[in-house]
């Protein structure tokens, strides 16, 4: 397992949704580091923690957004474990971003038919 702790390898100031926002938002992050990391086949311990927080556009972008990006939420949790001790109720809220993202992908193949 290949670590990456986002404090020390991208930022201790994620924030933003989109590239135009700012240089560390959650669009940079998942299309310069997650997808990447999934497209190696090995699984990655994100250390979540010495980050100054993390807003809910960040995450939902970053995180959320590989669902829409075509990635299963059974294939991200195959793809990562979390170091979450300052606040674990950001792991609860990033799952739930990539969950809901699932949901909504799942009705949409469903309508489709």
């Not at 294939?75 to 979450?84: A, P, Y």
Request: glycine share 8%; net charge negative; proline share 2%.
């Amino acid at each position: 397992m290949k670590n990456f702790n986002i404090a020390k390898q991208f930022s201790e100031f994620p924030t933003g949704r989109y590239y135009a926002d700012t240089d560390v938002s959650g669009q940079r992050f998942r299309e310069e580091f997650l997808l990447k990391f999934i497209e190696t086949g090995e699984k990655y311990k994100l250390n979540m923690d010495d980050v100054e927080g993390y807003g809910s556009s960040f995450l939902e972008e970053a995180f959320g957004g590989l669902v829409r990006a075509g990635i299963s939420e059974k294939k991200f949790l195959d793809s990562f474990e979390f170091v979450c001790e300052d606040d674990p109720t950001i792991l609860t809220e990033l799952l739930g971003y990539v969950h809901d993202e699932q949901v909504k992908a799942e009705a949409v193949r469903a309508r489709k038919g």
